[in-house]
T-cell receptor, first 115, second 110 residues
Framework: GAGVSQSPRYKVTKRGQDVALRCDPI?????LYWYRQALGQGPEFLTY????????KSGLPNDRFSAERPEGSISTLTIQRTEQRDSAMYRCASSFGGLAVNEQFFGPGTRLTVL | KNEVEQSPQNLTAQEGEFITINCSYSVGISALHWLQQHPGGGIVSLFMLSSGKKKHGRLIATINIQEKHSSLHITASHPRDSAVYIC????????????FGRGTQLTVWP
């Protein structure tokens, strides 16, 4: 496909379970971003990558959250021991990257519900 | 206090009206984005700008770096413009992380 894709689109899990959210960026995009959006709020930065290198993870709320992009393409955001407060829309975006600021293209998001 | 403030939070207009949404920020930035979030949830980038003015169809975005302020204008508004409009900035010389405003919910009635 031409756009950013994410899977699953919806995830319902029980408190204490681990979840893995996948992002497939636009082919050739160097930079990949993860955001979280609570209902009625604006997006909140979590982390971003250039190629496979995690450039900034200052937005990850705690050490239960981690992300990887091992081959510089697909990325996985993992939440361990989920809690109800983790319920939100998790969005991925990608951009051309490089030394200039670029437009970001957003995926459809994964709606996570922790029961 | 959020580093990026938008106003108004909610905006209702009649079809055909001229719309202005404002964004103020308190930090030095390298660029500012205007995003549109559709009722279905998808987010689309409308503009990215670091100076001056950009126009795309009925949408116009301006930025005043000295005043740390940007505006998004919609001319001849239409019900399909109903969405949440979000302002986001890259702080300083950082190229990655975006800082977001809370968004402006626009509803345009026919």
């Amino acid at each position: 496909g031409a756009g950013v894709s994410q899977s699953p689109r919806y995830k319902v899990t029980k408190r204490g379970q681990d979840v893995a959210l996948r992002c497939d960026p636009i082919s050739g995009h160097v930079s990949l971003y993860w955001y979280r959006q609570a209902l009625g709020q604006g997006p909140e930065f979590l982390t971003y990558f250039n190629y496979e290198a995690q450039q900034d993870k200052s937005g990850l709320p705690n050490d239960r959250f981690s992300a990887e992009r091992p081959e510089g393409s697909i990325s996985t955001l993992t939440i361990q021991r989920t809690e109800q407060r983790d319920s939100a829309m998790y969005r991925c975006a990608s951009s051309f990257g490089g030394l200039a600021v670029n437009e970001q293209f957003f995926g459809p998001g994964t709606r996570l519900t922790v029961l | 206090k959020n580093e990026v403030e938008q106003s108004p939070q909610n905006l209702t207009a009649q079809e055909g009206e001229f719309i202005t949404i404002n964004c103020s920020y308190s930090v030095g930035i390298s660029a500012l984005h205007w995003l549109q979030q559709h009722p279905g949830g998808g987010i689309v980038s409308l503009f990215m700008l670091s100076s001056g003015k950009k126009k795309h169809g009925r949408l116009i975005a301006t930025i005043n770096i000295q005043e740390k302020h940007s505006s998004l204008h919609i001319t001849a508004s239409h019900p399909r413009d109903s969405a949440v409009y979000i302002c986001a900035v890259h702080r300083g010389s950082t190229l990655g992380r975006l800082y977001f405003g809370r968004g402006t919910q626009l509803t345009v009635w026919p």
